[in-house]
DNA sequence: AACAAACCAGAGCACTGCTCTTGCTTTGCC
DNA sequence: GGCAAAGCAAGAGCAGTGCTCTGGTTTGTT
């Protein structure tokens, strides 16, 4: 259950394996890079137009081959889509990882900034990607398991610094925590080995959602006429707020 | 500039205004109201099955109509998504500022509350109408100007109180901001009549993001696995977080 | 009464996701 | 090596979409 509490994870689970699992038959090989070509001019063709004029038709015929020779390697559009979800996921997520690698274990506000900011400049680099999967989801689509392992490694990150620090200077004045809102978060307590008390998971819960709606903001246009539109001035604006976001952590 | 500042906003447009602008002929009259009846079963399908399926032909076959018919009235389906989002974000503001009419001015905490739980709860009894307007926009798609009026009247609620609060007693300590930082701001500074200091602003829009993040990942799923599923105890846990938030801004 | 603007119905174009059938090639097994 | 089974590509086809164009009708104005 604490498997993550090792500063950052280290598995790379992004990168295809090389040589694991060898796929003997020339067949099966080209079966995987073909998927694999699939996956990547989708993703250019997603980057490019968005997820929702994402033509599976259009895919094959960049490839060269006919409509129907796309099901042979996807069973339909939406699990194309789910495919995408998990790398864009990953993506984030190892990005995500590497920044924080570079910092010293107790520097926990540049931890927090440093992932605050990699998640805004992965979201600003990747915007298509990042409406996908933390965009309104596709009607009628549920998300299946495959996702929740790639989808938890942000969360993952942020839970470590807050664990960390936790570890190291334990004081801090706590809010009261009501019972319904105690046993509300049972599942994410268990998630982080009970670690951290209530006041505090709370606390990076709604640092969690606060990083994630002010880049959703800022991707989606609720900042226009707000906030001024230059990369300088936005990149500002987003520092001050993780910071404020930070001060409701204890950090800083 | 400060026509808001005002408790409430006294303006209803909302409301389609009764006789004013007489459609004198009939066939004026019988055009509001099949524009209107479009919309209506637009706005059916919308809730029904999200705006990524809504169908101008599937609206059309509702009301006994040819497909082709429905470009009389709407010049194309770019433009029936705009009236409904205009709809929403009205509907949405209309909501917001009935339920802040029913407490005392100062009453801050409260009207913040109650604010963020009106918001909250418009967003689960219309989750399609709320992807679309907070969702990641649909590519391509430019939010046009008739959008900024309706889109304002929740900051504008927001703002309000934090200007009634900021009137009646001043003091609180702040936090310094940085000059790119102010002038970042400059926008939202001007629409609010100049009667905030930076600090407060820069957390009224904290408080601001940091709700519409938190009924996001709540409507979009990312609680799951992570606060439990129950309408009790997800209201418990999303009150905890803005009172949360209602603490960084200085109210409680 | 005459005329132009607004309306409706239908056919049609280019596109989508997805299925099914027809042949062909590769694979694993005896 | 032979051979059935599985995997594959190609094409036709179905039902649906947004949107346009044409011809014919209704309506409001002069």
């Known amino acids: 259950m604490l498997w993550f509490v090792a500063t950052a994870p280290e598995m790379e689970h992004t990168q295809r394996m090389p040589a694991s699992n060898a796929p003997s038959t020339a067949r099966e090989r080209a079966r995987v890079e073909i998927t694999q070509e699939i996956l990547d001019t989708a993703r250019g063709h997603l980057a490019k137009d968005g997820a929702a004029?994402?033509?599976l038709r259009a895919v094959a015929r960049d490839l060269g081959m006919v409509s129907s020779a796309i099901y042979r390697y996807v069973p339909n559009r939406d699990s194309l889509l789910t495919m995408l979800i998990i790398e864009?996921?990953?993506?984030?997520?190892?990005?995500?990882?590497?920044v924080g690698r570079t910092l010293r274990r107790d520097a926990y506000l540049e931890r927090f900034l440093v992932t605050c900011h990699a998640v805004r400049g992965w979201a600003l680099a990747h915007p298509q990607e990042?409406?996908?999967?933390?965009g309104s989801p596709v009607p009628g689509y549920a998300a299946p398991t495959d996702t929740i392992g790639p989808a938890s490694r942000v969360p993952t990150v942020l839970l470590t610094i807050?664990?960390?620090?936790?570890r190291n200077d334990r004081p801090k004045?706590?809010?009261?925590?009501?019972?319904?809102?105690?046993?509300?978060i049972a599942d994410i307590r268990k998630f982080s080995g009970g670690l951290l008390p209530d006041d505090l998971l709370l606390r990076g819960m709604a640092a969690w959602s606060g990083l994630f709606g002010a880049v959703s903001f800022e991707l989606y246009g609720h900042l226009h006429n707000v906030v001024a539109e230059g990369p300088k001035h936005r990149k500002a604006y987003f520092d001050h707020q993780m910071r404020q976001v930070a001060a409701g952590l204890g950090l800083g």
């Open 53 to 55: 004029s994402l033509s």
């Open 88 to 98: 864009a996921y990953n993506s984030l997520g190892a990005d995500v990882e590497k």
């Open 130 to 134: 990042y409406a996908l999967i933390y």
């Open 162 to 166: 807050l664990i960390d620090m936790h």
């Open 173 to 184: 004045k706590s809010m009261p925590v009501e019972p319904l809102v105690s046993t509300a």
